[in-house]
């Protein structure tokens, strides 16, 4: 999930561990069947992705376009089923487990890199708070 911010921050036991301003905070879930392809395609993506205004209003420009950052945050609980639990608690089954997660998760973030995207991260797997003020607001759901 992307959300296009004024800024964003995450902070790790009340400590900002990262900031930006202007572009994209990134709400990153990796499923148990996601590889480095995944990784790869969905920076592109995120990277390239016109949810940004031109001069007329209109979602013309990309993150690359417009100079912007990502945040990106790891979030194992966007994988979650909640559908097909008889009861209200979400089946996190289908997350990777950390050790598939945390390679594919770096990958995303040197790919956005590569590309040209300044990337802070949050700290995998830990407890986090996500600061964001939202621009528009705009917020996308991808999948590969």
């Given amino acids: ?5 004024r800024e964003a921050r995450v902070r790790v036991e009340a400590e900002v561990r990262a900031e930006v301003g202007a572009g994209l905070c990134v709400l990153l879930g990796v499923a148990r069947a996601d590889g480095f392809g995944e990784a ?29 950052a990502a945040l990106v945050v790891s979030q194992f609980t966007l994988i979650a089923d909640s559908k097909r639990q ?8 289908g997350a990777a487990p950390r ?8 990958r995303f973030c040197e790919e956005l890199r590569r590309l040209g995207v300044p990337v802070e991260t949050g700290v995998f797997g830990a ?3 996500v600061e964001l003020v939202n621009d528009g607001p705009v917020t996308i759901v991808l999948d590969t």
């Fill in 1 to 5: 999930m992307v959300q296009r911010v």
């Fill in 127 to 129: 407890r986090m708070a």
């Fill in 99 to 106: 050790e598939q997660a945390e390679p594919l998760y770096d």
């Fill in 40 to 68: 790869t395609r969905l920076a592109a993506k995120v990277a390239r992705l016109r949810i940004f205004e031109n001069e007329d209003g209109k979602f013309d420009r990309s993150l690359l376009d417009v100079g912007g």
């Fill in 86 to 93: 008889k009861g209200t608690r979400p089946d996190f089954s």
